[in-house]
Nanobody
């Protein structure tokens, strides 16, 4: 079993930065890819970023590429999402999730992730 707890959300202005953290407990954290998703009211859950188990490979959704950076510290069982140049359209609940073992690298559907945190709200005002 894996437990994921996000933190770091809040209310910021457009152009500001935030860093989200996802603390994991339980087994297998260090052996699986991790991802960040977000969901705005009335919209489907959207892929944001993904990082390999080693941290050596990353993959981003088009809407955040160049502004967001995903990283992980396996010694601390934590995944991070550094968000820069935030826009009002980035407003959403942000979730971290652990990929199911064997999931293809470019598979980003939420169903390919087996464990989810409770989410943290990010609100960007204009």
């Amino acid at each position: 079993q894996v437990q994921l707890v996000e933190s770091g959300g809040g209310l910021v202005q457009a152009g500001d930065s935030l860093r989200l953290s996802c603390a994991a407990s339980g087994r297998t954290f260090r052996t699986d890819a991790m991802g960040w998703f977000r969901q705005a009211p009335g919209k489907e859950r959207e892929f944001v970023a993904k990082i390999s188990w080693s941290g050596g490979s990353t993959y981003y959704g088009d809407s955040v590429k160049g502004r967001f950076t995903i990283s992980r510290d396996n010694a601390k069982n934590t995944v991070y999402l550094q968000m820069n140049s935030l826009k009002p359209e980035d407003t959403a609940v942000y979730y971290c999730a652990k990929a199911r073992p064997g999931t293809g690298w470019y598979i980003v559907q939420p169903t390919s992730y087996g464990y989810w945190g409770q989410g943290t709200q990010v609100t960007v005002s204009s």
